[in-house]
């Protein structure tokens, strides 16, 4: 089956950096946009971060934009979002998803994604 695996979580200080990588097997990976999506605790799984199939497009969560910036490299099945200036409220697990293949657009719903990761865990202190 299709597996995204997900590394580069960990606990930071505000103010830090992280960057987090996923790792696609068993599809076209350029076929896919990529998404990032958090969950914080209590919370409701939200977008954060997604990226189109060749890279010329990527969209954010108000909540990240100019602190956080996704890529990807397709030769390498692997998409990362690099986290600067991380606050406590990032503090979450975040998800790795696989988008749909024709979707012609930026996909920002977790109904519109088809595969997803198990996550790891992003913890900002104080």
């Known amino acids: 089956q299709v597996r995204l695996v997900e590394s580069g979580g960990g606990l930071v200080q505000a103010g830090g950096s992280l960057r987090l990588s996923c790792t696609a097997s068993?599809?076209?990976?350029?076929?896919?946009?990529m998404g990032w999506f958090r969950q914080a605790p209590g919370k409701e799984r939200e977008f954060v971060a997604t990226?189109?199939?060749?890279?010329?497009?990527?969209a954010y969560a108000e909540s990240v934009k100019g602190r956080f910036t996704i890529s990807r490299d397709n030769a390498e099945n692997t998409v990362y979002l690099q986290m600067n200036s991380l606050k406590p409220e990032d503090t979450a697990i975040y998800y790795c998803?696989?988008?749909?293949?024709?979707?012609?657009?930026?996909?920002?719903?977790?109904?519109?994604?088809?595969?997803w990761g198990q996550g790891t865990q992003v913890t900002v202190s104080f």
């Open positions: 998803a696989a988008g749909p293949q024709l979707y012609i657009g930026l996909p920002t719903l977790r109904r519109q994604y088809a595969y």
């Open positions: 068993r599809l076209t990976f350029s076929n896919y946009p």
């Open positions: 990226i189109s199939r060749s890279a010329g497009s990527t």
